[in-house]
């Protein structure tokens, strides 16, 4: 099983459109979690991290599920300048690990 | 706001080659990460350090080696390049275990 999987899309939605991606992770000893954002050719930056009672960042909706070790984004009232791949993202807090990245999926948001 | 550098955008090399990628952080990070990113692939880990002179393996370290011998500067060496080395790498650097700040990328091709 892959330790960070996500649907790779491409989902295509319409400005205004309310869009949710899903993650999941295999390893239960994780801690940490992020959505981090990457538009093409350039480097991954940090969206939001997941807390495990939820946060919400304007129009960005960050859930997670530990029982179910999974992670959601939700984005309301899609802009053009959505449009980007999202990378989602889990650590755990064992000493010597790094962060380890979905495939990420990529979303398409038109006029 | 945290900077990461990297030393070229674009780097063309000839099969055999010895290569260096090297990376600057200005913030004062422990941890310093070497990335590649391949279509389909997603990010991969190569190597990564939790302090100077410290180096763990990633994910593919194989054709690669690492050197950190200051804090803010975080080098990766391919010894002799190969082909199946073109790709994008990505640095990265984070404060203990904490989100990570990528730099903005170096596109090697190996001809």
């Known amino acids: 099983r892959k330790e960070v999987e996500q649907d790779p899309g491409p989902f295509n939605v319409p400005e205004g459109a309310t869009v949710a991606f899903n993650c999941t992770y295999s390893?239960?000893?994780?801690?940490?979690f992020f959505w981090y954002r990457q538009d093409c050719r350039k480097e991954p930056k940090l969206l939001m991290s997941?807390?495990?009672s939820g946060n919400e960042d304007g129009r960005f909706t960050a859930q997670l599920n530990r029982a179910s070790q999974y992670i959601s984004l939700l984005i309301r009232d899609s802009k053009l300048s959505d449009s980007a791949t999202y990378l989602c993202?889990?650590?755990?807090?064992?000493?010597?690990?790094?962060?380890?990245f979905g495939k990420g999926t990529t979303l398409s948001v038109s006029s | 706001d945290v900077k990461v550098t990297q030393s070229s955008r674009y780097l063309v090399k000839r099969t055999g080659e010895k290569v260096f990628l090297e990376c600057v952080q200005d913030?004062?990070?422990?941890?310093m990460f070497w990335y590649r990113q391949d279509p389909g692939l997603g990010l991969r880990l190569i190597y990564f350090?939790?302090?100077?002179?410290?180096?763990e393996k990633g994910d593919i370290p194989e054709g690669y080696s690492v050197s950190r011998e200051k804090k803010e500067r975080f080098s990766l060496i391919l010894e002799s390049a190969s082909t199946n080395q073109t790709s994008m790498y990505l640095c990265?650097?984070?404060?203990?275990?904490?989100?990570?700040?990528f730099g903005p990328g170096t596109r090697l091709t190996v001809t």
């Open positions: 990265a650097s984070s404060l203990l275990q904490y989100e990570q700040y």
């Open positions: 390893n239960s000893a994780s801690q940490s």
């Open positions: 997941v807390y495990s």
């Open positions: 993202v889990v650590r755990s807090n064992q000493a010597g690990t790094a962060l380890i």
């Open positions: 913030m004062d990070h422990e941890n």
């Open positions: 350090s939790y302090d100077v002179k410290m180096k």
